[in-house]
């Protein structure tokens, strides 16, 4: 207890190195060698699809699950086996998991209780973080008989008033309304700065992880995709897969082939490779018929050209220079802030994102982009950015 | 409602217009009534209403006869503890000349040989016991079955359910001779051991039924709370069972009560005696005493019966979460 007390006045980073974890012995592969760093008081999300295996990454760092393969280190210990309450972190639950036959006040003081703080400070604390969270008329009511947000607001004050070193929420907003999501992500966001305790934060929904984190970490079948701060995130998708995850709608990406200086997208038309390239500091010129041995590591054939769907911009005639592609208007969604056409390019539909559309099904259109918009996506689906020739390649 | 507003004239949907202009069509939020506005109806189709139709009524008569049928060994009963004898061999149904008495009852009470009075402390003594430590014992038990893993679980738990098929009366023999060698025939501490032996197994597979239904969450919950396993048990699960305890206690108290069969084999002493034990002593020598018999049995049964009506609100409950888990 006493060293605890200690930890709590520091903060505390987290780092897992390669942990993997597999259930029904072997039979099921949750997570698969994941490395994270968490620094002291940065606000994490894991952002990803359901059964991408994000919240058993979150039950690892809370102790509730052990690694089969890898460490966890809170600052410099490795804590595979140390107890939840030995790593001294809270946790709020995805439906909150509050105790229904205790009082709100009696919720909020257990974790103090079983702890052996006494009555006084209990009382004192329970009163601070009431008050914190506007849940102070509520305190004698039974977690029944309260709202959805108000529920939201008593885990919390569970999960805070203990002082933790570390917080850990489990898609703690997905069971509120639209309206509340809202204004509890703010101040989950508030409290969070306010507190300054390292937290992580899980959930599928890309507009709570863009809004509300430090750095994203953007997870997939078991493993990590990218971590990145929530800008770079939407500005720089390292892979096709992270690319039609964020956004909304989500980047269109158009299967072309490397022909000469530029790519071929089926029927629509063909873009400049130099240029698309050129602009993101991508040698093009190399090609793969050349025999040289730069060039065997450089551009594959088969590429991917990815637009999110507010840098397309639709025309009725085809433009005299940049790029455009071919496609025919399939339908017309208007949806107030904007309106979402989707083009038939190639036999794929294409979302373009248009502040007004003058254009009807059926219509012939251009889509056109700037250079510096387009995405390049090599056959693995990963996203083309340096000079990849030059490079020591690590054996990929 | 406005005058204007005439169910015999036509309206074409979607027309409405006061609507399109300036929103006089729509109701305000004051408008709405706090309750469903009453309809009047005359007494005719209330009546109509009220009648039911002639499947329903023979389900009614289907189900009023059942219930008679049950009924009618307990008014019998009930009848006969209340009257003297002679009335009662002459059928307690005729209503003719009646008398009510509480003699049987003050009879019973005070029986020579073995009161009433004494018979149903007695039982008490036993009872108590036996159900409280079922209880304990039993959650305690079902707790690691619905929750933990370790090794030979369901071949521990196949086990219970067996020794829950055999029937009591095949065991009964080694139970005595158990008994008689430990030193405790004949005594309470022994025939309370019988019974809590006996309850545990259905215990323990009705409790760990209902303790899978409490959300794995709240036990997590509380782990990350920093609290223990027992006080998980303690503050978590032992409250949150208690619908389902007291269904446990409910019919465990019944079983023991009204049991026969394990005092008539583990109980020698007289003194000791229990009240089922005691109820075939009231049959009197040359006459059977009926009325005496029937104001022990109603003495008897009260007790659970009682105690079923005033824990009835919880019983319903737990019966339902564990047996529909």
Known sequence: MGESTVRQQVMTSITMDGVSKYFDGGETVANYRLNLEVDDGEFLVILGPSGCGKTTALRLVAGLEEPSEGDIYFDDERVNRWSPSERN?????????????????ENIAYPLKVRGIPPDERDRRIEEVTELLHIEGQIGKRPAALSGGQRQRVALARAIVREPSVFLLDEPLSNLDAKLRQEMRSELKRLQDELGITTIYVTHNQEEAMSMADTVVVMNRGTIQQISPPEELYSRPRTEWVARFIGSPPMNLFEGERRNGSIAIGEAGTVDLESVAGVRGIDATSTSTSTSASASASLSDDLS????????????????????????VDTVEPLGEYTLVNVAVDDRLVKVKVGDADVTRGEEVWLTFDDEDAYLYDENGELVTQAPSPQPTEGR | MSDSDDPFEPRRPGTDPERESDGRGYLSVDEIPETAPARELDWATRLANATPSLPRLLKYAIAITVA?????????????????LNEIIQGWWHLEGMTLTLENYQQAWTYRTAP??????????????????????G???????????????????????LVMAAPPELVAMGNYNT??????????????????????????????????????ELEEAARIDGASRYQIFRTIILPLSTPALVSVAVIQFT???????????????????????????????????????????????IVPVLLFLTLERYYKQGMVAAVTD
Do not use: C
Request: glycine share 6%.
């Open chain 2, 116 to 137: 009433m009075r004494r018979a149903l402390i007695n039982t008490l003594i036993v009872t108590v016991p036996a159900v409280l430590v079922v209880m304990l014992l």
């Open chain 1, 89 to 105: 972190v809270a946790m709020v639950f995805q439906n909150y998991a509050l105790y229904p036959h205790m009082s709100v006040r």
């Open chain 2, 68 to 84: 008679v049928l049950w009924i009618v060994p307990f008014l019998g009963l009930f009848m006969a503890s209340l009257r003297p």
């Open chain 2, 255 to 301: 079983w023991v009560w009204n049991a026969f069969f394990f005092p008539l084999v583990f109980m020698r002493s007289p003194e000791l005696y229990l009240a089922p034990q005691v109820l075939p002593l009231m049959r009197g020598r040359i006459q059977v005493e009926w009325g005496l018999v029937a104001a022990g049995s109603v003495m008897t049964m």
């Open chain 1, 305 to 328: 050209l990815g637009v999110r769907p507010e840098d397309l911009f639709l025309s009725s005639e085809r433009p005299t220079s940049g790029n455009a592609l071919e496609g025919t």
């Open chain 2, 179 to 216: 008994l008689r060698e430990v030193g405790l025939f004949d005594t309470y501490m022994g025939l309370i051991l019988v019974h809590i032996g006996w309850g545990l197994g259905w215990v323990v597979l009705f409790l760990r039924n209902y303790l899978l239904g409490i959300p794995k």
């Open chain 2, 139 to 161: 959650a305690m038990a079902a707790y690691p079955f619905a929750r933990f893993e370790f090794p030979l679980k369901t071949t521990l738990f196949f086990l219970i359910l």
